[in-house]
């Protein structure tokens, strides 16, 4: 590997950030595929894929439904949209440093807008309408929890841990790194945005920027400006590379999670709504994710908006 940074010499002789290299890229691409291939070898190492769903007694089931919601259509369309945005956002911040030609600041800086409105819309979303604070909340009792989870990852002699709620230890986590790595890339990414033409602002008129300044980014070789200062613009540029670097990591660790035969219900239940009765008994515990009976009103039509109509407490993502 090569130098992860990409520096230049200033007038002055001093070197000027001017963001993250290509093998920076690379190193990330690596490490998720020694990621996904790794999980897998050790998981079946571990005889995880082996181990069947729990029986579960007439008592245990009597009160709930066979179709459980456990996301709004609402929700789902939110995070379809998000993950469109995301792909598209990797995609045309990183193929043309390849070399390959089309264009893609503009595809790049729609996406961006269409993130960046996702999120505005899942926020408010999620705290006029849903329990915010069933995700963002880590308590000691949580924190405990996902130690225990821990725990059982390390060793096959550690108890098995306690079932989660709605939302385990780990997908909080998660959801977490991905709030931190997109507040990151939106921020710098609308301050990088200011230095070109859009249909809602002319580029910034205050500091000359050269060319050499967005080395990689071969559609704008041509002198541009910005609103900040070499030095500044190019830690803007570090930071941004560095949360589209990391966000390389987490989509692929997401993607492989989803198409994982023993996670494959997550996605179904993300693309139709609801998971079966089944699968809610098996992985979570009724008392920390508790789910009203409503078998009486089940639609007889099926399909994930007439499923809707089994209640669950207000906790969705």
Known sequence: ????????????????????????????????????????????????????????????????????????????????SMAAAMLVLLVTAFVPLLGLEFP?????????????LTIIYHVIHSIGWLDFWSMMSMTAKDVREGLGHFRHILSSKSPKPEKPGKYPFDHRMYHHAIIVASLAAVV??????????????EP???????????????ELSEPIISLMPGAATGLVFVIH???????????????????????????????RGWIDREHYLAHFDPDKWSVADASKRESSHGGAIADSVVSVPRTDD
């Open 188 to 201: 710098t990414g609308i301050l990088m945005t200011l230095r070109i033409k859009t249909p809602f602002w």
């Open 1 to 80: 590997m090569g130098r992860w940074l990409d520096v230049e010499l200033n007038p002055w002789g001093q070197e000027v950030l001017q963001g993250v290299s290509l093998d920076l890229m690379w190193l990330a691409i690596i490490a998720a595929l020694l990621f996904t291939v790794g999980h897998a070898l050790w998981y079946r190492q571990r005889g995880f894929s082996k181990q069947g769903k729990v029986a579960q007694t007439q008592e245990s089931v009597a009160d709930l439904p066979e179709r459980i919601v456990r996301h709004t259509l609402a929700a789902r369309i939110f995070h379809w």
């Open 104 to 116: 893609w600041v503009t595809i790049h800086w729609i996406a961006g807008v269409v993130l960046i």
């Open 204 to 218: 910034n008129e205050y500091y000359p920027l050269t060319d050499q300044a967005v080395s990689g980014y071969n």
């Open 241 to 271: 590379g560095i949360a589209g670097v990391s966000l390389i990591l987490m989509v692929a660790a997401h993607i492989y999670f989803a198409i994982r035969p023993d996670k494959r219900w997550f996605t179904w239940g993300m693309i």
